[in-house]
């Protein structure tokens, strides 16, 4: 599901202005060095009409056994990406998958 819309109220209470967008996206990390961070651009499939959305960013590990790398936070997101810090707690370099959803406020 790399984009949808939904309608938030009937159309005669809130016109044009009813439509959420719900965005789904997975990038890699990329390899996250031992014992440090790492942000990672994500560019949703469509832009947002505003910077107004929600964000939830998970991220999962190429082994399944582990789990060092963490999403510390939301960096900064625009209408078209967002920037997500990844923490390696593990001495070795990681590699994960991050999975976010966006929707519209």
């Known amino acids: 599901m790399p984009a949808t819309t ?13 439509v959420i967008s719900v965005q789904s ?3 890699s990390t990329g390899s996250v ?5 790492a942000e990672v651009t994500v560019t949703w499939p469509q ?16 082994t399944a056994a582990t789990d060092t790398l963490q999403v510390k936070k939301i960096v900064s997101r625009s209408a078209t990406d967002c920037v997500v810090r990844v923490v390696n707690a593990n001495a070795s370099a990681r590699t994960g998958t991050l999975h976010l959803v966006g929707i519209s406020d």
Not at 33 to 37: H, I, K, L, P, V
Not at 51 to 58: E, F, I, K, N, R
């Open 25 to 27: 996206v997975r990038v």
């Open 33 to 37: 060095t031992g014992s440090a961070q």
């Open 47 to 62: 832009a947002f009409p505003s910077t107004s959305y929600t964000v939830s960013a998970v991220v999962e590990e190429a």
């Open 6 to 18: 939904l309608k938030r109220l009937p159309e005669w209470e809130a016109g044009a202005s009813g």
